[in-house]
């Protein structure tokens, strides 16, 4: 009889660290559930947020993901599935025009649905599933 999958917290020092109860990704049978990522650099700084500015904040989000999937042996290109939750739809264009450099062809499935508020009032942010 095999061993039953092990569900295993991810903690990386190459994404913004986290100030709530959760983990930042779960590897759990071959596959990497990314938490919902803010616009936090490794250092805790906020980009783009005062400054409103869509286009640096999806650019460290992405950066971020990545960072924490190259961390479970991952990268960009096993991305299946992305939810994007952005502030105003106004800024759907800005972020497709960021998020189509981040990831190669085939591009993974997508959702985005605009919400009233984001955590640190951000303009987006993404979660993701990926392959290891």
């Known amino acids: 009889m095999s061993a039953s999958p092990v569900k295993e917290a991810v903690s990386s020092t190459n994404t913004a660290p986290i100030g709530a109860p959760y983990s930042q990704a779960i590897k759990f049978n071959g596959m990497i559930f990314v938490a919902g990522t803010c616009p936090v650099d490794p250092q805790g700084n ?75 009032d951000c303009l987006v942010e993404i979660e993701c599933i990926a392959a290891q």
């Open 46 to 120: 906020h980009v783009g947020i005062a400054e409103k500015d869509v286009t640096k904040q999806t650019h460290q989000v992405l950066q971020n993901i990545r960072g924490l999937l190259e961390d479970c042996g991952s990268d960009m290109s096993k991305v299946l599935k992305v939810n994007v939750f952005i502030k105003d739809m106004k800024n759907f264009k800005d972020i497709n025009d960021v998020y189509e450099t981040y990831f190669p062809d085939p591009k993974p499935t997508r959702t985005c649905v605009e919400v009233a508020r984001l955590p640190l």
